[in-house]
């Protein structure tokens, strides 16, 4: 998508997960598609500089949300799939963003992790809100610095 809208002239900020993976994301950005547009106006930026996280190097999009509203809405994502699986209930496992933490406890009792699944919801919920301040605790205050430091970027 970023490479696109640079081929039509226009200034792109491209918004990565923070640590490897939008780390990894970011080079090849740089090295394989910026390399053949020249005249781009075009930046990245991590998520988890962008909201304060005094850890920059793991946060993604769905760490705006608290854990435990993520995990219920992975259990209620999940619910089939858990009770095949005999699972009642998971615990993050591990350090790093929320969806590797799952997905590493998922690994542990033989469950398949859609992090898809938990988005929809995620976007149900989202699209249901009449303003800001109805997001869960503790994400409004994040969401924020995210839009204020993202919309800086931009000339």
């Known amino acids: 998508m970023a490479t696109f809208k640079i081929g039509q002239n226009l200034e792109v900020v491209n918004l990565l997960d923070s640590g490897k993976e939008g780390r990894t994301q970011e080079e090849r950005l740089k090295n394989k598609?910026?390399?053949?547009?020249?005249?781009?106006?075009?930046?990245?930026?991590?998520?988890?500089?962008?909201?304060?996280?005094?850890?920059?190097?793991?946060?993604?999009?769905e760490d705006l949300f608290p854990e435990d509203y993520y995990l219920k809405k992975f259990q209620e994502s999940h619910k089939k799939k858990m009770q095949i699986a005999g699972v009642n209930?998971?615990?993050?496992?591990?350090?790093?963003?929320?969806?590797?933490?799952?997905?590493r406890a998922c690994e542990k009792v033989n469950l398949v992790y859609n992090k898809r699944y938990v988005v929809k919801l995620i976007q149900k919920d989202i699209v249901k809100m009449k303003n800001v301040n109805e997001l869960v605790n503790g994400t409004e205050d994040k969401a924020k610095n995210l839009l204020e430091n993202l919309s800086k970027l931009f000339n």
Do not use: M, P
């Open 89 to 103: 209930n998971i615990s993050l496992t591990g350090k790093g963003i929320l969806c590797q933490g799952v997905s």
């Open 33 to 61: 598609w910026l390399t053949r547009y020249k005249n781009a106006i075009s930046s990245t930026a991590f998520i988890g500089s962008l909201v304060g996280h005094e850890d920059k190097e793991d946060f993604a999009l």
